[in-house]
């Protein structure tokens, strides 16, 4: 008698613990299960890919990557561009002007943009099948940026022509000119549907909030990031999908202060070698965006 | 467990891997490995000719020569650098060299030159003086003997250009706004410059400063059809005459009002170019620059000035410092003298 007690108490102890073990595996089962029950149902994958900082050649090798993988990724259907860049060095710009076309020619590209979407960034999100922007966003800033002339060049250095390294200011003025016309036209080219300003306009290169970019045709519509990668999603006809993010490396770096305009700004310098990038502010009001200091998109064609 | 027992698990572990690798070595030959074409972009997207800019339909032809009017004797022309002015030696060796080339003596006056009494002895010394953005004040007895001198037929030449942006610091962000101050200077002989400089979105010289303007009247205009100016300013003046207007679709930055401004004005003795930058060997050639600078220094030349003009000036205080009365600064000009060439 008090044998079968004694077994019968150990049998419901298993029973007990076995049904713990049971719930705790199921609890760590159940979300894979989900997932994959619902990637079944997922008709293909939103990527979004992060344009952010200033346009570098590193930051675009890196972006160019991303966006080669989508392309050669068959369950990729399409792009969002999760933009917060004030724009960066020409080469750079171009090359993700291109990269982005290149991708867009097969399969939707949305761009979203974050805080900024100016200069070189505009120019690189251009080919994109639509551009959405939060209200407190700036857009625009078309046009280019550069020195005038060169740093004189000792003559302990030998050179085999006058305008080896040393173009001169009208030189500079007739590339400069040549790089703005080639940004707006190519705004004119990828924005002429919705554009309600005038090239000269663009040209002056303005930079302006989200409603008023919409207004004048610089962007389709005020949405943030979920919206903009739902509209992706619509454009690629998929109604159930999948979301991969694509981040930026994190790269090391220090932090100096300079003057500027009689005031102190803080610089951050990555150690890749990269040109310093202002440290952001809270956003301020027709605050200016941060143009690399070489030639870069930014000002007027 | 004994050796033999793993021999058949491993026969079939290998087996696996070799039939897996022979097919992965066969499968692209199987299926072919072209490598997608890639569209050439780039190219596709670039119109050569709308970037284009050195071969620019409207692209100012560099020809000509700096042509002064003759004179029957040499004169004297006197440049200011003595009130911090901005202007480069490029700029003044495009005036001296055309001036020493024509058989007339400059003299640059310097910061002695424009201490107490010697200012107006420096004066009295020339036919014509040039001020190029002046960044210093000019005292009371300053303005006076230049007064006095442009009433007395001597000609006086005025250039100003929009304040000027220069950088500096550690790392080179640091900026700081460099403006004339030769607002006392200009009124005092009955002109005037606006701020902020002009621009044109629509017709301009590689860049939208550099804009156009044509020849109105006046000595200044003689035979230009239009100029290239690289950063003006808008000048006016009450009495005058306009000698150089731009195209109506220009503006003014600092209130991007529309309109054809004038950028030269002439009253009898003094004339006011709001642009210093067609001096610059670079720019000189382009347009009728060429025209422009050979009226301008053909305007200081044939000035009739009145032997003795400006008169002694009175004692004054500079800077609240009692000034001895007297010719207390230098009794000859200390500055640079440039004689002409021989003839």
Redesign the interface.
């Known amino acids: 008698m008090d044998r079968d007690s004694t077994t019968s108490a150990a049998v419901n102890t298993t029973v007990i613990i076995a049904a713990v073990v049971a719930v705790l595996v199921s609890a760590v089962l159940a979300p894979v299960a989900y997932d994959f029950a619902q990637s079944s149902q997922s008709e293909g994958t939103v990527s979004v890919v992060s344009v952010s900082g200033p346009i570098t050649d590193s930051r675009v090798d890196s972006i160019a990557e991303d966006l080669r993988e989508v392309r050669q990724n068959d369950s990729a259907k399409a792009v969002v561009l999760k933009v917060d860049s004030g724009g960066g060095a020409v080469g750079p710009s171009e090359r993700l002007y291109l990269e982005v076309l290149r991708t867009s020619n097969e399969m939707p590209v949305v761009a979203s943009v974050q805080g900024f979407g100016a200069s070189g960034a505009y120019y690189g999100m251009l080919p994109a099948n639509e551009i959405f922007v939060l209200s407190s966003a700036q857009v625009g800033s078309v046009g280019v940026i550069g020195s005038a002339g060169t740093v004189p060049i000792p003559d302990s250095i030998i050179r085999t022509g006058p305008d080896k390294a040393q173009p001169t200011t009208e030189q500079r003025r007739q590339q400069i000119e040549s790089l703005k016309r080639q940004f707006v036209n190519r705004v004119m080219d990828h924005r002429k549907q919705n554009l309600t300003i005038s090239r000269e306009r663009i040209a002056y290169a303005r930079t302006y909030l989200g409603p008023r970019a919409v207004e004048i045709g610089y962007a389709d519509s005020i949405g943030e990031l979920p919206a903009a990668i739902d509209r992706a999603a619509e454009l690629a006809d998929m109604e159930s999908y999948d979301i991969n993010r694509k981040e930026p490396p994190q790269t090391r770096g220090f932090i100096f202060a300079t003057e500027v305009n009689d005031r102190i700004q803080l610089y951050r310098q990555p150690m890749n070698g990269e040109q310093p990038v202002p440290v952001k502010r809270p956003l301020m009001i027709n605050q200016v965006p941060y143009h690399d200091p070489g030639v870069s998109h930014n000002a007027s064609r | 467990m004994q050796a033999g027992e793993f021999k058949r698990p491993l026969q079939v572990f290998v087996g696996i891997v070799i039939i897996v690798l022979i097919g992965a070595v066969a499968l692209p030959f199987v299926t072919g490995t072209a490598s997608p074409a890639a ?1 050439n ?2 190219s596709q ?3 050569q000719s ?5 071969d620019y339909a409207n692209r100012s032809a560099e020809t000509g020569t700096i042509e002064l009017d003759q004179t029957p004797q040499s004169k004297t022309i006197l440049i200011d650098r003595a009130h911090g002015n901005q202007l480069d030696d490029e700029k003044l060796s495009t005036m001296v060299n055309a001036l020493v080339k024509a058989g007339h003596e400059v003299q640059i006056a310097s910061q002695s030159q424009a201490r107490g009494s010697a200012w107006n002895e420096s004066l009295r010394g020339a036919d014509a003086l040039v001020v190029v953005n002046p960044t210093k004040t000019y005292t009371q007895a300053q303005l006076a003997g230049v007064r006095e001198f442009a009433n007395g037929g001597g000609r006086v030449l005025l250039l100003a250009d929009p304040s000027s942006v220069s950088t500096g ?7 700081r706004e460099q403006s004339t101050q030769s607002t006392a200077l200009t009124s005092a002989l009955g002109v005037s410059a606006q701020s902020g400089y002009l621009f044109n ?2 017709e301009y010289e ?3 400063k ?1 804009i156009y303007a044509s020849g109105v009247s006046g000595p200044l205009a003689d035979g230009i059809d239009r100029v290239v100016l690289r950063d003006a300013v808008s000048v006016q003046s009450a009495s005058g005459q306009t000698a150089l207007r731009t195209g109506e679709d220009t503006r003014r930055e600092s209130t991007r009002r529309q309109d054809a401004f004038s950028v030269a004005v002439t009253t009898r003795n003094v004339a006011f170019i709001g642009d210093s930058d067609f001096l610059a060997p ?1 720019s000189v050639y382009t347009a009728d620059n060429e025209v422009l600078v050979g009226n301008t220094l053909s305007f200081l030349i044939t000035g009739k000035k009145r032997p003795n003009v400006p008169s002694e000036p009175e004692p004054e205080s500079e800077r609240g410092a009692p000034v001895p009365s007297g010719p207390s600064g230098p009794s000859t000009p200390s500055g640079e003298t440039i004689t002409p060439l021989p003839r």
Do not use: E
């Open positions: 569209d972009l780039a997207q670039t119109d709308s970037v284009r800019v050195a610091g550690i790392f080179g962000f640091a900026t979105m629509n590689n860049n939208f550099g670079q």
